[in-house]
Nanobody, 122 residues
C-alpha cells in the first residue's frame, strides 16, 4: 500500500535549478522520515538529504551543502528537493525513500520510489 513517486527531473545547464517532488500514496507522509538519494552512472547510491516528521533535516552529502534544500508539504503529502547551482557531477537518478524511524540519523529506509533522472549538461 505504501508507494512513493518521484518527479521533476530533466535536462538543465550548469548553474541551473530544479525542484524534485516525492509524492506519497497509500500512507500519510507526516508519520515518516523521508530521504533523498542519488545514483550516478557507474557509482554507488549515496544519500543526499533527509527530513523527519518533525521537520528536522540532515545533510548526507557535503557536496550539496548550501545548494540543495529538502522540505515537506504535509497538506500535499509531498517532500521536495530544491536543487540550485547545479553542477555536472549532480547528474544522477534521484530517489526518495521512507523510514518509520523518527530520526534521520537512525533511519531504516525500506520503501523506495522508482527514481527521476537529472542530467546537468552544457
Amino acid at each position: 500500500q505504501l508507494q512513493l513517486v518521484e518527479s521533476g527531473g530533466g535536462l538543465v545547464q550548469p548553474g541551473g535549478s530544479l525542484r524534485l517532488s516525492c509524492a506519497a500514496s497509500g500512507f500519510t507522509l507526516d508519520y515518516y522520515t523521508i530521504g533523498w538519494f542519488r545514483q550516478a552512472p557507474g557509482k554507488e547510491r549515496e544519500g543526499v538529504l533527509c527530513i523527519n516528521r518533525s521537520g528536522d533535516t540532515l545533510n548526507y552529502a557535503d557536496s550539496v551543502k548550501g545548494r540543495f534544500t529538502i522540505s515537506r508539504d504535509n497538506a500535499e503529502n509531498t517532500v521536495y528537493l530544491q536543487m540550485n547551482s547545479l553542477k555536472l557531477e549532480d547528474t544522477a537518478v534521484y530517489y526518495c525513500a521512507a523510514s518509520v524511524r523518527v530520526s534521520c540519523r537512525n533511519a531504516d529506509f525500506a520503501s523506495w520510489g522508482q527514481g527521476t533522472q537529472v542530467t546537468v549538461s552544457a
